[in-house]
């Protein structure tokens, strides 16, 4: 069997003569077929474990791997975000925008792209430590409740029927929507629309973390961080 694993990687270590790009794809390849442990990856690759964990943390930062809440590699938002609407820039973008303002703020913050009847979460940062509430990259959240779902209803993007008329005009006027307690017990968040640059909502960001630390306005406590970080990032677009 570990003959016929080296011959799998032979077949795509050689093919372009360049290592690390080829040794990239069979890691792909093997991590396409089904979730897997670094142990196993690296088995089924037949490359030093170090080196796939180097390798396959290389690729989590552009999205193209990602790390179940179990460390298991699986595959990332990136690559259905090429034949997707979602825009590899905004991904690469977002990223630094995201880790500043996780540094800023010590919450953990979303990226989120409406994905038919639900959001999908294609980029998240969290803090090293501490209290926090995570939401993996590619989760499927509702759109009746939070205030990432709130940001798409005011903008008409969604059925807007959950939300009192009131909140989501406060949400036009300041570019901030807020939630505590609705999604989830003890969870509390506020949101941004992120637009490009013909103006249209691409994403929503959102920082989220404990009630008990952003209430009772999650807007009031890191809204002004979050509208400063979401112009960084339209910018960037």
């Known amino acids: ?11 795509y270590s050689e093919d372009s003569g360049i290592k690390v790009l080829d040794r990239s794809v069979a890691i792909v390849r093997a991590v396409a077929r089904g979730e897997k442990p670094l142990a196993q990856l690296s088995e089924e690759t037949g490359l030093p474990r170090a080196t796939t964990h180097r390798i396959a943390t290389a690729l989590e930062v552009h999205h193209i791997l990602s790390r179940t809440e179990s460390g298991a590699w699986t595959i990332g938002p990136a690559l259905a975000s090429f034949t997707s609407g979602t825009s590899p820039l905004l991904l690469s973008a977002a990223s630094p925008i995201m880790r500043d303002l996780v540094a800023t703020t010590g919450e953990a913050v979303q990226l989120y792209e409406l994905t038919g009847e ?22 499927q959240l509702s759109l009746a409740a939070g205030s990432a779902a709130r940001v798409y209803a005011a903008f008409s993007l969604i059925d807007a ?26 969870l509390a968040s506020v949101s941004t629309a ?44």
């Open 1 to 11: 069997m570990r003959d016929g694993i080296i011959h799998y990687v032979r077949q």
């Open 118 to 139: 639900t959001r999908t979460c294609i980029a998240a940062e969290e803090p090293a430590a501490g209290l926090t509430y995570t939401v993996p990259v590619g989760s």
């Open 161 to 186: 029927t959950p939300f009192p008329a009131s909140e989501l005009r406060k949400v036009r006027e300041t570019g901030l929507a807020e939630s505590v307690a609705e999604r989830e017990i003890g």
């Open 194 to 237: 992120v637009r490009d640059r013909d103006g249209s909502v691409i994403a929503v960001l959102s920082v989220s973390g404990p009630a008990e630390r952003l209430s009772p306005s999650p807007a009031g406590k890191w809204g002004e961080a979050l509208l400063a970080a979401r112009s960084r990032l339209e910018a960037a677009l």
